[in-house]
T-cell receptor
Framework: DGGITQSPKYLFRKEGQNVTLSCEQN?????MYWYRQDPGQGLRLIYY???????QKGDIAEGYSVSREKKESFPLTVTSAQKNPTAFYLC????????????FGPGTRLLVL | AQKITQTQPGMFVQEKEAVTLDCTYD???????LFWYKQPSSGEMIFLIY??????QNATEGRYSLNFQKARKSANLVISASQLGDSAMYFC???????????FGPGTRLSVLP
């Protein structure tokens, strides 16, 4: 079955530590996205990638970094510069940008110790 | 800039009844798309239905239909014959026909009562 997987489901970060969230898709989609969701709120775009080896900042990119070395994978690193990282992180993919439907993974919940 | 407004933070509906979730949007673009997603307590965002700005007919997908009123800039989701499993957060979202500008509304929490 085609879909999007995210791991881990829960992640704990210590102060000053970088952590990486995994996102893999087997839908053969070109575009991938990372969103952050805070409790009781909608989604905010962190980064997106239209194609391999290319990515763009979204609305709240500060304190985050990404890479897109393979079409199937779009990992997100939460760096120590992100002072309030506790949130629910959702990865999505679509055939392309614009009017294409985005399909989402199950999410990773990040908590700070 | 694009903006999505969902004015109902929470809604209740009796099982087997229909319910309408409101969504209004603001854009200066002529070509855009409107989406509805369901987010159950597990957290995953589930795509429900899509309406293109040039589509003349309202979109339907099973028990879901989208009441698209372009002049009013509204894209309300109608769920017919509500089921207990429909209890979730529902998000309206919009994209435009180039670049990346997928914008989500704040969501509406729907509770279906037995």
């Amino acid at each position: 079955d085609g879909g999007i997987t995210q791991s881990p489901k829960y992640l704990f970060r210590k102060e000053g530590q970088n952590v990486t969230l995994s996102c893999e898709q087997n839908l053969n989609h070109d575009a991938m996205y990372w969103y952050r969701q805070d409790p009781g709120q909608g989604l905010r775009l962190i980064y997106y990638s239209q194609i391999v080896n290319d990515f763009q900042k979204g609305d709240i990119a500060e304190g985050y970094s990404v890479s897109r070395e393979k079409k199937e994978s779009f990992p997100l690193t939460v760096t120590s510069a992100q002072k309030n990282p506790t949130a629910f992180y959702l990865c999505a993919s679509s055939m392309g940008l614009g009017l294409e439907t985005q399909y989402f993974g199950p999410g990773t919940r990040l908590l700070v110790l | 800039a694009q903006k999505i407004t969902q004015t109902q933070p929470g809604m209740f509906v009796q099982e087997k009844e229909a319910v309408t979730l409101d969504c209004t949007y603001d854009t200066s673009d002529q070509s855009y798309g409107l989406f509805w997603y369901k987010q159950p307590s597990s957290g995953e965002m589930i795509f429900l239905i899509y309406q293109g700005s040039y589509d003349e007919q309202n979109a339907t997908e099973g028990r879901y239909s989208l009441n698209f009123q372009k002049a009013r800039k509204s894209a309300n989701l109608v769920i017919s014959a509500s089921q207990l499993g429909d209890s979730a957060m529902y998000f309206c979202a919009m994209s435009k026909n180039y670049g990346q500008n997928f914008v989500f509304g704040p969501g509406t929490r729907l509770s279906v009562l037995p």
